[in-house]
């Protein structure tokens, strides 16, 4: 075969080399600007288990409908929607999306400050939904472009830990807010800087080309949903990866949405001293255990990447029982300590997660892939899991009254513990699975 013959047939699999390059330095930059988009959709998404009290008091809600506002309202259609949004995103320009996607879910959050009945705010949760269903699978594709694959995992894990910046710095603002103003204050404040960050992202973020980071020009072969959809499923791995991550997202939406009213109810914390404890668990738990799930992945992954995976959800199952003892625990600083580095090592292994969904999937299909990801994750763990925690409680509180969350969140944690394993069964066809991926 001729060079010319074989230069033709790596164009027509779509592997032809690209000659276009970015500087490490504004890779980086790009990344922290994602980031901190992220930060602001969990600080817009997070900040309402803060209020789960005054707003159930106010317009006289069961624990099960502030379990379906915090979870359904918000997760249903921003799964769904986050489908069609990343269908789009594989075709077109992506920082578009995410900055159109972070000025709605900015405005509808200030507009959730604004409800005048339990409706009322349960729309507008549904639109905050809609709107940040167009930040991460984006993000993700974006991000798999700007960096190469021994450098991906770490990058998508410090993408990721913006959720724990987000959930912290809305559980220590908004326990200062809960102690000074009123819930309808705390939505205004935190969601209005949003606008202009999106501002900064349509103005400073170039659009990469697909496969920059590979250097190849991506397979022009337009794909549907359904293609992507039967491709991955063939991957025995992103199966079982998959029910394993939504059954650990469960505990991990658990902790973040009812531990507030955990604290509050089990040790009558004040929500000053609950929203500093959570913060700084959140916050520096959270993200610590992905940056560390990162470099795991990328260290140990080198040579065969279920190596790298299988250790990081090692790490997150060793966690486990710290999180029962915490839930169970009769001292309040025993329950905290412990919790502490339970939630670390909780999110060690999603680094694994993000960045073999997006290694498993072909170019012109990443953001779709990470849309799929997340819509099966939010569905069970954003959307079930505060409704089960929600749900159980009112089911326990008449044998165990005031203790019934704490059974009810120990039940939730459970089931991340049967996650964990699943997730550990997939290494065992994952490395055969990626050299599909690559072929």
């Known amino acids: 075969m001729s060079d010319t013959d074989a230069q033709q047939e790596k164009s027509a699999l779509?592997?032809?080399h690209i000659n276009q390059q970015t500087s490490p330095a504004y890779a980086n930059y790009v990344l922290g600007v994602l980031f901190i988009v992220y930060v602001f959709n969990f600080i817009d998404r997070q900040v309402l288990s803060v209020f789960i009290g005054p707003i159930k008091e106010e317009f006289g809600a069961s624990d099960t409908q502030m379990g379906l506002l915090a979870g359904f309202a918000f997760a249903l259609l921003y799964t769904f929607a986050g489908i069609p949004i990343a269908?789009?995103?594989?075709?077109?320009?992506?920082?578009?999306?995410?900055?159109i996607g972070l000025a709605v879910w900015s405005a509808m959050t200030v507009a959730c400050g604004f409800a005048r009945s339990f409706a009322q705010l349960a729309l507008a949760r549904v639109?905050?939904?809609?709107?940040?269903?167009?930040?991460?699978?984006p993000s993700h594709s974006m991000i798999a472009d700007y960096f190469?694959?021994?450098?991906?995992?770490?990058?998508?894990a410090i993408y990721t830990s913006g959720a724990f910046v987000g959930s912290a710095l809305a559980y220590l603002g908004g326990g200062y807010l809960r102690e000074y103003f009123d819930w309808r204050t705390a939505f205004i404040v935190v969601g209005a800087p949003g606008l202009l960050i999106a501002l900064l992202v349509g103005l400073t973020v170039r659009e990469p080309l697909r496969g920059l980071s590979e250097q190849r020009i991506e397979d022009k072969t337009t794909t549907t949903l359904g293609d992507t959809l039967r491709y991955l499923v063939r991957?025995?791995?992103?199966?079982?990866?998959?029910?394993?991550?939504?059954?650990?997202s469960i505990a991990s939406y658990a902790i973040l949405i009812w531990g507030y009213e955990f604290y509050e109810r089990i040790h009558q914390l004040a929500p000053i001293t609950i929203g500093n404890w959570m913060g700084l668990i959140v916050g520096i738990g959270g993200s610590v255990g992905t940056i560390l799930g990162g470099r795991i992945v990328d260290i140990l992954g080198r040579e065969r990447a279920s190596r790298g995976m299988r250790a990081s959800v090692l790490v997150t199952m060793a966690g486990f029982p710290l999180g029962i003892y915490a839930l169970l625990a009769e001292s309040t600083i025993h329950s905290l300590w412990a919790l502490g580095p339970f939630y670390l090592l909780l999110n060690v292994y999603l680094a694994a997660m993000y960045s073999n969904n997006q290694?498993?999937?072909k170019l012109q299909m990443r953001a779709t892939a990470a849309a799929i990801m997340l819509f099966i994750v939010n569905i069970v763990g954003a959307g079930a899991g505060p409704l089960i925690v929600g749900a159980l409680s009112d089911a326990f509180a008449a044998e165990h009254g005031i203790n019934s969350i704490r059974y009810a969140l120990v039940c939730s944690l459970l089931l991340g513990a049967v996650g964990s394993i699943i997730i550990f069964c997939a290494g065992r066809t994952l490395d055969a699975d990626l050299e599909r991926a690559r072929a």
């Open 359 to 361: 290694n498993l999937a």
């Open 235 to 248: 991957s025995r791995s992103w199966v079982l990866m998959m029910t394993g991550f939504s059954l650990v």
């Open 14 to 16: 779509g592997c032809e």
């Open 87 to 99: 269908r789009l995103a594989d075709k077109g320009n992506r920082r578009n999306i995410i900055a």
């Open 127 to 137: 639109l905050v939904g809609i709107g940040e269903a167009a930040g991460s699978p």
């Open 148 to 156: 190469s694959m021994d450098r991906r995992a770490t990058a998508l």
